[in-house]
């Protein structure tokens, strides 16, 4: 547009005023209206124009506006950075030296987890979180566990050899001591009936069977007591 | 190292176990439960199944006319090992006095037989059926005593054994009453109010 041949646009001009305005046909009005017309009121602007605008811009057409071939290197640094976003198209390409991708892949795999973020599997949320959380690797867990049992089994051996156990085989005599509520001596008067006394000879015998099978009976219901049984 | 002591863990328990059954078994800590005496325990229990196999085996001998033999079979239980003196034991030792003084009696050892029923009421000493039967047992030994007395001629001495028996007789009575009283409450015949 600066190769336009400037005129005036009409107005009457006023003495001494030496104003050029570009010369133009009517179609170049039109579109300096229309820009002016733009810049008071913005529209959308078609996308085809706007490309336009852009390769203009940059230096070139939209047509012209070619990359350029990629270098072998570059190649390569891109098939890494493919392999590390996409494990599952793996070519083995990845080498030692590449640092600089691995660090664009975390930061790639960081902005895709946080635009769209997915379930994590439980071996990479541990992994993930022990260090933060300072949590004992498996190995030391083990090391706890065997540590634990040998602690135990000491604690086991000891209670074994110096506290006895309260049956009646290998008892204590502190272990002894009733638990339960047990039946207590007593006469054996509520086992025969007052208003009728011992004839005045014999019966002796009888009464003394009598008297040892009631108390044998207390005697195992006194046992189970001690033993904790009901 | 620590999952090769962990796997020792069971080996130190059992050694232990194995240690502590050893234990028990050199002290001696294999027998019955020593139980209160207080309580009905395995030592009383013992004595009254002495005391129920002499009885039954005194019943043979008495069977046979085998006075001696009863009496001596009987006094394995008064003269024995005996348990801590409980009310059960005191009346089980009580009535096999009360037993022997009657053997004795019948052997025609009337003083023996008056030692064993004091005996008895040495241990029987509550109001109870028992003390009250060594009483009539007191008083039939005494009948028995003055019968023989009267038969060789002693009538003074039969007379004192009258007596005797008399007495025996009515503190087997008065006995026997509070016995009821204490049991179910009853003072005796109408009007006789308390027991004595």
Same mark, same amino acid.
């Given at each position: ?41 913005? *529209?959308?602007? !078609?996308?085809? $124009? ?5 390769? @203009?811009?940059? =230096?070139? &057409?939209? #047509? %012209? /506006? ?9 190649? *390569?640094?891109? !098939?890494?950075? $493919? ?5 599952? @198209?793996?070519? =083995?390409? &990845?080498? #030692? %030296? /590449? ?95 007052p208003a009728e006394p011992f004839p ?31 | ?131 009250g039967h060594l009483f009539e047992v ?59």
């Open positions: 547009m600066s190769d336009k041949k400037t005129k005036s646009l009409g107005t009457p001009q006023t003495p001494g005023d030496d104003l050029e305005l570009p010369e133009s046909s009517d179609g170049d009005l039109e579109e300096f209206a229309e820009a002016l017309a733009v810049s008071l009121r913005p *529209r959308e602007i !078609d996308a085809r $124009r706007h490309e336009a605008i852009l390769a @203009r811009a940059l =230096g070139g &057409s939209e #047509a %012209d /506006a070619e990359e350029a071939e990629a270098q072998p290197d570059e190649r *390569r640094r891109a !098939d890494i950075l $493919r392999e590390l976003l996409d494990p599952s @198209r793996r070519t =083995g390409t &990845s080498s #030692a %030296d /590449a640092s600089l991708e691995h660090r664009l892949a975390g930061l790639a795999h960081a902005l895709r987890m946080a635009y769209a973020p997915h379930e994590i599997d439980q071996l990479t949320s541990e992994r993930l979180l022990r260090p933060a959380l300072k949590l004992a690797s498996q190995r030391s867990s083990r090391r706890y566990v065997a540590a634990t049992g040998v602690v135990l089994a000491i604690a086991a051996a000891v209670l074994l050899f110096f506290v006895r156990p309260n049956t009646p085989n290998g008892g204590s005599q502190q272990a002894y001591l009733p638990k339960l509520p047990m039946i207590g001596a007593r006469s054996t008067m509520d086992l025969f009936d005045r000879s014999g019966g002796t015998t009888s009464r003394i069977d009598k008297i040892e099978a009631s108390r044998s009976a207390e005697l195992r219901d006194n046992l189970f007591a001690s033993w904790g049984v009901e | 190292m620590p999952m090769r002591s962990a796997r020792f863990a069971p080996v130190v328990v059992a050694l232990a176990a194995i240690l502590s059954a050893c234990r028990a078994e050199s002290t001696g800590e294999h027998q019955p439960p020593p139980l209160a005496s207080s309580v009905v325990n395995p030592v009383m229990h013992a004595f009254l199944s002495k005391a129920r196999a002499a009885h039954h085996r005194a019943d043979i001998a008495e069977k046979d006319h085998d006075l001696k033999t009863a009496i001596v079979v009987l006094r394995e239980v008064t003269e024995g090992s005996r348990p801590p003196l409980t009310p059960e034991v005191r009346e089980v030792l009580a009535d096999t006095h009360a037993r022997i003084a009657e053997l004795r009696a019948k052997d025609g050892d009337f003083d023996g037989a008056k030692r064993e029923v004091s005996l008895g009421l040495d241990l029987a000493t509550e109001p109870s059926s028992f003390r007191e008083g039939v030994i005494e009948q028995e005593l003055m019968a023989d007395l009267d038969k060789r001629g002693d009538s003074t001495g039969a007379a004192a054994a009258k007596e005797r028996a008399k007495t025996a007789f009515d503190q087997a009575i008065s006995t026997q009453e509070e016995t009821i009283y204490r049991a179910i409450g009853t003072a005796g015949p109408i009007g006789s109010g308390a027991p004595p």
